[in-house]
């Protein structure tokens, strides 16, 4: 077999094809179309010439796509000064171009994008993959106390369905590409374990929580990420949203401190925290 110099794209594909893959009862997985193989646990191996862009994605991404299913990620763009927005919820952009482009590749990578009322109210987002090639997620709201309106964005494009969970009598002119769930409310809202439950079921298995900082923090001090990507610019933003706020603690023994990979990203900085820790894709 001869083999092509390894470009970006079709490492690109290659993971695209591999989240979508069966991989039961093995512990790697080769493309056809590439010659690429991904172990469990997120190694890869090519025998041919292999472009550095090609390199990095592959290092970056292949331990998300061969993760054991469930998967729950979380990703954030943050200042150093761990602020997500300003104190109006402004959040265009805190993280480059690079950092753009990898959150649609986690988009397209998953099932489920999980967003709280918040970054609905603020960045009216579409939660759809545009600036990769790839699928739409299922894309879905957190919103208690039905405090959002049918105007939003995703409310009313139909590019992807949306699964809209609530306490509340939702807000009427959904479209109909929306599903509409009540759900049983805890103290602070939707139970996160409620909602991997509900997509559990409906055979999300690989979910994307994109944010907002309150809606991350949940999911995190529930103990239900497996990996959270930080992506941080080198921007000093002094007030504003938080990044991540868990309850407090006394000591810095008491703070986490997961095994961390680290990409560059242009100017930003990815850390790439490991949660739980994951033997491999079954
Ligand atoms: N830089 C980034 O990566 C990034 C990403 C996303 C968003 N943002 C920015 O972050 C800001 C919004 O973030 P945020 O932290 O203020 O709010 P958020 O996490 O987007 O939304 C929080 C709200 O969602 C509802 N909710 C229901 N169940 C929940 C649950 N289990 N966990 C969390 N929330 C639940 C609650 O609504 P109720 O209050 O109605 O009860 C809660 O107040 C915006 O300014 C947005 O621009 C930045």
Redesign the pocket.
Known sequence: MSFFPLSEDRAWQTLREAAMADWAGTSCWTSAESGITLHAGGAWHYAGQTDEPARRLLDCLAPCVCAPSPFTLA????SIDG????V????????GQQGLIH?HRLRALVDAVV?????????D?RLTVRHVAGRNPLRVV??????LSARHRLFRDGDAPVLY?TGQRPPAGLGSHVEVATVQ??S?????A??LARLHERHCQRVLV??????????LA?GLLDRLHA?VAPMLIGS????L?LPEIDTLDEAHRPPCRVHQLDEDVLFDLVLKAQDGRQ
Do not use: C, M
């Open positions: 990703q954030l763009g943050q602020r997500i927005a300003t109006s919820g402004a959040s265009h952009y805190v993280t959150l967003v709280g009322a918040g970054t609905v109210a603020a960045d987002p957190l919103d208690p106390r039905a405090r969970l409310l805890d602070e809202g939707v139970a996160p409620e909602v994109e944010g907002g900082g309150i809606t991350i923090s949940r999911f529930a992506v504003g949203r938080p990044s706020t």
